[in-house]
């Protein structure tokens, strides 16, 4: 009685938790459970009765697996947290599991620590600026945290002013801050966005679309006009171009892109390039 | 009489520093473990299982950076801000370039060429940390190369 017990709620548990590996490229739910193909064969639907016999099965190599965005471990459980694709990506060198996260559709923005951000100074006081990154806190960056800023010499930002940053502290339970120089004090292009331009949001995944290495809306867009263009991982573009009607025009492209396919991106950009 | 009043002295006044010299052992020890007892009484812990965190083999991150090979944020095109376009480059390269670099380690230098090389190379630096006097006794031979020479200069006795 115990036994048949202990299978239902085997096969319960087999059910609920699908294998990572077969849901790849999938929508996953928050609330689910996945199981990385370590953990497959120990408590996969088949139960522990018809378990094939595995020679290595012990001496297997127990690489290190990264959950990524949407996924939390839970003790040795890994739960989905977000709605959105599940992806997987192969170790670059030696023994691992990998990086698994969720490719998910979102506009919020939770600052995470290491991100490119573009903010706008909304206070200075004191030794701080205060910096709006579109998190549920406005972000605190240190005057002293600016290439070649000393106590003497303070950088010239005003409120109002776009700043490029990256996060160095970002967690659920502080302020988040900001800082402008890389860990060797070099800008390596942070710091206030020059004069002009324009300033517009977009979804947080068109931001990670945009900003793969083989995209190729900004390939066309580069070959458009002169213009430089400024993303920050909070869903922020930034963009300026030799004249206004220029940079409106991809502002409007841009998030257009959102939602096109590529048949129809290829015939505005080559209606534009006519003109 | 006096004996027993002798003995009576306040336990405080016996923990103090002066009183310790005159004290005998058994005494000594049993202050030390009423102060003992009284640390262990107020010492705080939690009445709770000991937390074993086991060894986990899933990390957690919160980064897109990581999964997702992303470009750097700032762009330029068609050379409208050359700074930018300059930093482009160097901070997209990165990636490629060391995977390029991996590879040409290991075809740098071979062992044999390297052993070929401290070979000559013992005597070169040899030459450099000798005196000045000693250093006649390092030759040059066709290759241009240095090597010691073992004979050192003896006392000749003249001849009559």
Redesign the interface.
């Known amino acids: 009685m115990a036994a048949a017990a202990a299978v239902v709620a085997e096969s319960l548990a087999g059910y609920r938790a699908r294998a990572a590996r077969a849901v790849l490229e999938q929508v996953v739910l928050p609330g689910e459970e996945l199981l990385?193909p370590?953990q497959e064969d120990g408590e996969g639907p088949g139960g522990t009765g018809e378990r094939p016999l595995r020679l290595n099965a012990g001496a297997r190599s127990?690489?290190?697996?990264?959950?990524?965005?949407g996924?939390?471990?839970c003790?040795?459980r890994?739960l989905v947290t977000k709605c959105g694709r599940l992806?997987h990506?192969e170790p670059g060198s030696g023994s691992g599991?990998g990086?698994y996260?969720v490719d998910s559709q979102q506009k919020r923005y939770v600052p995470?620590?290491?991100?490119?951000v573009i903010g706008i100074v909304t206070a200075k006081s004191g030794d701080i600026f205060k910096v709006d990154v579109g998190g549920s806190e406005p972000a605190s960056l240190s005057y002293l945290a600016f290439e070649g800023a000393t106590k003497r010499n303070r950088p010239n930002v005003q409120v109002g002013d776009l700043i490029?940053g990256q996060f160095v502290v970002a967690n659920k339970d502080m302020e988040p801050e900001m800082v402008c120089i890389d860990s060797c004090g070099r800008a390596?292009?942070m710091g206030v966005i020059g004069q002009d331009g324009l300033l517009f949001k977009v979804t947080l995944g068109l931001i990670?679309r945009l900003?793969?290495?083989d995209?190729e809306i900004?390939q066309e867009?580069?070959?458009l006009?002169?213009?430089?263009?400024?993303?920050?991982?909070n869903g922020r573009i930034w963009v300026?171009?030799?004249t206004i009607q220029q940079t409106l025009i991809l502002a409007n492209i841009l998030e257009a892109c959102e939602h096109m396919t590529a048949d129809q991106r290829k015939q505005i950009f080559s209606r534009l390039a006519e003109s | 009489m006096a004996a027993e009043r002798k003995t009576k002295l306040s336990k405080n006044l016996l923990r103090m520093k002066f009183m310790q010299r005159g004290l005998d052992s058994e005494t000594k020890k049993q202050l030390e473990e009423e102060e003992k007892k009284i640390i262990s009484e107020e010492h705080w812990y939690l009445d709770l299982p000991e937390l074993k965190e086991?060894e986990?083999?899933?990390?957690?991150?919160?980064?897109?950076?990581?999964?997702?090979?992303?470009?750097?944020?700032?762009?330029?095109?068609?050379?409208?801000?050359p700074e930018?376009e300059k930093?482009m480059l160097q901070?997209?390269a990165k990636n490629q370039v060391e995977e390029v670099e991996e590879e040409t380690v290991e075809l740098d230098v071979s062992d044999e060429e390297m052993a070929r090389r401290y070979e000559t190379l013992v005597g070169t630096i040899g030459k450099k940390f000798a005196k000045k006097r000693d250093r006649a006794n390092y030759e040059e031979d066709e290759n241009g190369d240095i090597k010691p020479i073992k004979t050192r200069k003896m006392f000749l006795k003249p001849q009559d």
């Open positions: 990385l370590e127990r690489g290190r697996v990264v959950c990524g965005p996924l939390r471990r003790g040795d890994l992806r990506k599991g990086v996260w995470v620590k290491g991100d490119h490029y390596c292009g990670r900003l793969a290495p995209c900004l867009v580069g070959k006009y002169p213009l430089e263009i400024v993303f920050g991982m300026k171009a030799k | 086991k986990s083999f899933i990390i957690e991150e919160q980064s897109f950076l990581l999964c997702e090979d992303l470009l750097y944020g700032r762009m330029s095109f068609r050379g409208f801000n930018v930093l901070m997209n």
